[in-house]
């Protein structure tokens, strides 16, 4: 009975702890608030695909943007299987961007559980387990995004998932936790391929240890492991087939699938860019102390290659970072503006974590091992302490400025009240974003970002596509060159927003 109890402890002590930090983070207001703070662009991207599957009769096959494009909305990117979940969830519990960001909460801590559980098997200690999996929690830029929408920080989730199911599958041999190792690997890639870092990992460390040191014959290889090459067939398929349909007559390739390297830079902007993420974005990643102990971390389990017992450790770590490095190259344009593509980065963090771990417990004397927990509790303290201020700094500084008048948070009603139906058209202006100002007044319709600010043929092309009503969240923007000889009648007044019917010219 008592061994039991104690196997529950454990995960009780986590599940604290992880309660403690969402607290901390001020996850509590965070999951009522309306989009908003950095990247709420590509925020109110996801949060449109999810509105217009739940509007749109829960049909799996058209996602579809309120921003119309040239498509009545209709774009592919990553996999939807995540927004079309979050449609369900609103079929049953109503569209309410609360239950959108407590289901990615939810992905994230069945993540970290499955993390624990994980490392609990591959370190054979419940305080490291624990401590590596709440330190996972404490990164900022994962912190920030575990509740706002974009699908990074589930795929992170569902690569722990995976990562478990195939521990258990090398213990015991049961297909079905290769199947689930399969299914979560393939689900994470889909929804962002990124994710699949690890996985990629696996099947070259894996393939090079089973060849070479365990001396196995390919054929015996590839008839045990053949079904993990389905996780890359999904994500290469699906992503071949968005670049297909992006590349059509018809389509719009907003979200479809591209690379950014560094190799199409010149050097100042490579330089530039640098200096970009060391200004506005380090410490949204990491700050000095824990930049210091993370590298003192990545030194010591590389360490693990010159160890007979743990060298497949060693190099499925090796292969980590040739694919984080990899990673970083091709995408490395994206980073000036983007912070979220780091996510997949902080990977390694569970991994340098343990892999030390497994070093100190060969050759650490128990006294040297208690200091280290000692320093591993203070070290988490001071990550998560460091993180929730990150947090207040999203909301509360230049970094939550308003690119829209937040008098369209709350339009949707009084929109309806004057008979403006959901699927009526609308220009709003202004808005760069591709669809902000759409999704929060749940109307569709075009903004900026399809050039109808440039010239009157624009607008005028918007009209005679059957567009009815301006939606102005700026004072005078009606008076502009380009929209004035197009107001009609202004049919509502809501705080900054003004609505107008539009004429032909």
Not at 142 to 168: K, S
Not at 277 to 293: C, G, K, N, P, S
């Amino acid at each position: 009975m008592k061994s039991r109890l104690t196997k529950f402890i454990a995960p009780c002590i986590l599940l604290l702890v992880i309660l403690a930090q969402a607290y901390s983070y001020n996850y509590l207001e965070i999951l009522q608030l309306r989009p908003q703070s950095t990247h709420v662009w590509r925020q109110t991207d996801c949060t449109s695909f999810a509105l217009n599957y739940y509007q749109d009769g829960l049909n799996p096959f058209k996602p579809r943007l309120h921003n119309q494009f040239n498509t009545n909305g209709v774009t592919l990117g990553e996999g939807p299987i995540l927004y079309y979940a979050v449609s369900v969830l609103y079929a049953i519990f109503g569209a309410d961007e609360t239950v959108y960001r407590g289901f990615w909460l939810l992905i994230w801590i069945v993540g970290l559980f499955h993390l624990f559980k994980l490392l609990r098997k591959l370190l054979q200690d419940d305080f490291w387990a624990v401590m590596i999996t709440s330190t996972a929690f404490t990164v900022p830029v994962i912190v920030f995004y575990v509740p706002n929408f974009l699908p990074n920080t589930p795929a992170m989730a569902f690569v722990f998932m995976a990562w478990y199911y195939f521990y258990r599958y090398t213990e015991d041999k049961k297909k079905l936790n290769l199947a689930l190792t399969v299914i979560l690997f393939s689900i994470a890639g889909w929804v962002k391929a990124p994710a699949l870092i690890t996985y990629f990992a696996l099947l070259g460390a894996g393939s090079i240890h089973q060849l070479f040191v365990s001396k196995q014959k390919l054929k015996s290889i590839i008839n045990e492991y053949y079904v993990l090459l389905i996780p890359f067939l999904v994500a290469f398929s699906w992503y071949s087939f968005t670049a297909w349909y992006a590349a059509g007559p018809s389509a719009d390739d907003y979200l479809s699938a591209k690379l950014f390297p560094i190799w199409k830079m010149s050097f100042q902007d490579v330089l530039d860019t640098i200096e970009q993420v060391r200004t506005m974005w380090l410490d949204e990643f990491l700050v000095d102390y824990q930049a210091i102990v993370y590298g003192m971390m990545l030194l010591a389990s590389l360490t693990l290659l010159y160890t007979k017992k743990h060298r497949l450790h060693g190099l499925l770590l090796l292969f980590v970072v040739f694919g984080i490095v990899s990673y970083c190259l091709i995408f490395f344009i994206a980073f000036n503006y983007h912070d979220y593509y780091t996510i997949n980065v902080f990977i390694l963090v569970p991994f340098i974590f343990s892999f030390t771990v497994l070093q100190l417990q060969q050759y650490s004397n128990k006294y040297i091992y208690r200091t280290l927990k000692i320093a591993a509790v203070l070290f988490l303290y001071l990550s998560t302490t460091y993180s929730a201020q990150r947090q207040t700094v999203r909301y509360t500084s230049w970094m939550n400025e308003p690119h829209v008048s937040t008098d369209l948070f709350d339009i949707e009603p009084v929109l309806r009240q004057h008979g403006i139906k959901s699927t009526d058209l609308v220009i709003s202006v202004p808005d760069e974003t591709t669809n902000l100002s759409l999704y929060l007044m749940n109307q569709k319709g075009f903004t900026y970002y399809n050039d109808v600010h440039l010239e009157q043929d624009s607008v005028n092309k918007r009209i005679n596509e059957g567009t009815k009503y301006l939606v102005v969240n700026q004072v005078g923007e009606e008076q502009k060159d380009y929209l004035r000889s197009f107001v009609d009648e202004e049919i509502l007044t809501h705080g900054e927003v003004k609505v107008f019917t539009l004429k032909n010219n």
